[in-house]
């Protein structure tokens, strides 16, 4: 599992350039992207085969059957990164379980996620990673809650991709409306490039002041958002929905029904006021 530079030719290892010469062949998933990498190295005349996300997994079992009966040495690469993170390297990870013939070794390298990590000034000595942000913005509101609601870490880290990234500073900014919080924020948009950029601050109106500027978005980003300790540990009040749907269950209007105007006046996921009309009605 060899990692391959995010964005800066130079951050590539000697060892990752000796194990792409020495591979039998190389697994990527766009062989466009890795020739273009290979070229530059001046390493030519190598075997490339597509695994990317869209591999079925028989296909993949039959690939793998078959360094096994070959006794193969195989270069597993992702398009920028380190193979298995938030890309389809995950998978065939998973799949070589099945083969405990095959040995697997990391070539460790450029991430998007270290990068972060080593610029953002987290707290403490944990971290949430996620992957890619959540589409779905109701989705993403009922992950923000129960990571918030969890304590699992007060540094959460996201991947985003250019054309969505203005849509999650405002489903961001009414998260924080919504659970009355005001994070830290670090946005890196193509780190380790000629046009990186870091962006910092905090709450609601540094998110407003993003989706207002005239921002060029183009290029892969990651962001964290950063609490204290003592935000994540303190005892919540109810939020300020509750009351609104509280009331409107005792008016007899039912809990679907209930839920799905809290959701649309307060900003916040469906399922979340939808558990909590289910629990109020218990009650």
């Known amino acids: 599992m060899i990692a391959t530079p995010i964005g800066n030719l130079s951050d590539l290892s000697a060892r990752a350039i000796e194990s792409l010469r020495a591979v039998d062949e190389i697994w990527c998933e766009d062989t466009r992207h890795t020739q273009a ?8 005349g190598k075997l490339l085969r597509r695994v990317d996300q869209h591999i079925a997994s028989d296909e993949l079992g039959a690939l793998l059957e078959g360094v096994r009966a070959r006794s193969l040495w195989v270069g597993v690469v992702t398009d920028a990164g380190t193979p298995g993170l938030s890309d389809p390297g995950a998978r065939l990870m998973e799949q070589l379980g099945k083969f405990p013939e095959i040995q697997s070794e990391p070539v460790p390298g450029p991430s998007a996620l270290s990068a972060l990590v080593s610029i953002g000034g987290f707290s403490g000595s944990s971290l949430y990673f996620h ?6 913005r109701s989705e993403a509101l009922e992950l923000l809650t129960s990571l918030k609601d969890s304590v699992i870490s007060p540094n959460w880290v996201f991947f985003e991709s250019p054309h969505r990234i203005r849509d999650a500073w405002g489903v961001l900014a009414e998260w924080c409306r919504a ?13 380790t490039k000629v046009h990186e950029r870091v962006l910092r601050g905090r709450g609601v109106d540094f998110l407003k002041g993003l989706q207002e500027q005239e921002l060029d978005e183009r290029g892969e980003w990651a962001f964290a958002l950063l609490f204290s300790k003592e935000s994540l540990n303190k005892k919540q009040p109810a939020p300020e929905w509750e009351p609104a749907l509280e009331c409107l269950l005792q008016a007899g209007i039912s809990p679907k029904s209930a839920s799905l105007i809290v959701m ?20």
């Open 131 to 136: 992957g890619f942000f959540p589409r779905e």
């Open 179 to 191: 659970a009355g919080e005001e994070p830290g924020f670090v946005f890196a948009k193509e780190l």
């Open 37 to 44: 990498l290979l070229s530059a190295l001046g390493i030519k």
């Open 264 to 283: 649309e006046r307060f900003s916040i996921a469906k399922n979340l006021a939808y558990k909590r009309a289910l629990e109020l009605q218990k009650k």
